[in-house]
């Protein structure tokens, strides 16, 4: 399995922007679809957005389409999630994960193995 660290995450004033970054060792980092996830207080853990083992292909849940933009550098090992507009739901903790399996873009958490420990975002109105 490839280790995740996320960073990047904090507080912000709503329609501020943060950049959470994702900082994936141990394996081949390129092997791996990516995936942003959330998950609040009180909530079940959300699909955010994904991206292919090459970035050339990108999904997005309805929620935070055309906000958010997830990137990655496979020279870096690393997988980021702009956001940008933020409003207080989406105050969360935000997961990054790596998946194998070519149905990561079903956005469902069974489809990833790897998960980094979380980063907190909250987004104060």
């Known amino acids: 399995q490839v280790q995740l660290v996320e960073s990047g995450g904090g507080l912000v004033q709503a329609g501020g922007s943060l950049r959470l970054s994702c900082a994936a060792s141990?394996?081949?980092?390129?092997?791996?679809?990516m995936g942003w996830f959330r998950q609040a207080p009180g909530k079940e853990r959300e699909f955010v957005a994904a991206?292919?083992?090459?970035?050339?292909?990108?999904y997005y849940a309805d929620s935070i389409q055309g906000r958010f933009t997830i990137s990655r550098v496979n020279a870096k090992n690393t997988v980021y999630l702009q956001m940008n507009s933020l409003k207080p739901e989406d105050t969360a903790v935000y997961y990054c994960a790596a998946s194998e399996r070519s149905s990561y873009s079903r956005g469902l958490s069974t489809d990833f193995d790897s998960w980094g420990q979380g980063t907190q975002v909250t987004v104060s109105s």
């Open positions: 141990g394996r081949t980092f390129s092997r791996y679809a």
């Open positions: 991206i292919s083992w090459s970035g050339g292909r990108t």
